[in-house]
């Protein structure tokens, strides 16, 4: 089946640093990728949705210039945290959906800022 | 505003019985609902999904029932198993202003199936 490869699975961070979160598909071409946050026993809240070789469409309330998104390839997309602060603490998740690929979820980012 | 809801946030049954775990949305232009299961720390796993066209759906154990008009849907375990024990999402697809493809999510039911 379709395989989401996230990385890394944890970070630990200074705040005011930036961390870089990567998301493969790796045995199809991805021409979506979602990114999604999720708090502690909250839903998956869809930040942005990013097709490839495009600008990222983000969610209202997201900042664009803090969670950057880039899509470059149809196996690869990037977000960026920007200038991380403990509130960007939080489980981060992407998501790929092809041709004839339904929404494949990887295993998610555990970010924590100090 | 929370258009899908899972209002159960946690549901304890014994081994072997039935697990009923339920969710409701309020946009009606939603025609795709999907289940997943999620552990701790780790993505969610797509179990089974069901189109606006169907009401019911079945996959093994699983079976996923759909109330259009109550805009309502279940999902279904049977027998439950201890390896079940996960919390369950409810996403729904569709929308519009071309939003149709993306998912909307519950804020997940904690199952646990005790032996």
């Not at chain 1, 979820?105 to 555990?110: A, E, H, L, V």
């Not at chain 2, 996960?86 to 569709?94: D, L």
Request: proline share 4%; with cysteine; aromatic share 12%.
């Amino acid at each position: 089946g379709a395989v989401v490869s996230q990385h890394p699975s944890w970070v630990i961070c200074k705040s005011g640093t930036s961390v870089k979160i990567e998301c493969r598909s790796l045995d199809f071409q991805a021409t979506t990728m979602f990114w999604y946050r999720q708090f502690p026993k909250q839903s998956l809240m869809l930040m942005a949705t990013s097709n490839e070789g495009s600008k990222a469409t983000y969610e209202q309330g997201v900042e664009k210039d803090k969670f950057l998104i880039n899509h470059a390839s149809l196996t690869l997309s990037t977000l960026t945290v920007t200038s991380a602060h403990p509130e960007d603490s939080s489980f981060y998740i992407c998501s790929a959906s092809g041709q004839g690929v339904g929404y494949t979820f990887g295993s998610g980012t555990r970010l924590t800022v100090v | 505003d929370q258009q899908v809801k899972q209002n159960s946030p946690s549901l304890s049954v014994q081994e072997g019985r039935i697990s009923i775990l339920n969710c409701d949305y309020t946009n009606s232009m939603f025609d795709y609902f999907l289940w997943y299961k999620k552990y701790p720390a780790e993505g969610p796993t797509f179990l089974i999904s069901i189109s606006s066209i169907k009401d019911k759906n079945e996959d093994g154990r699983f079976t996923v029932f759909l109330n259009k008009s109550a805009k309502h849907l279940s999902l279904h375990i049977v027998p439950s198993q201890p390896g079940d024990s996960a919390v369950y999402f409810c996403a729904a697809e569709g929308g519009s202003g071309g939003s149709n493809y993306k998912l909307t999510f519950g804020k997940g039911t904690l199952l646990t199936v005790n032996p």
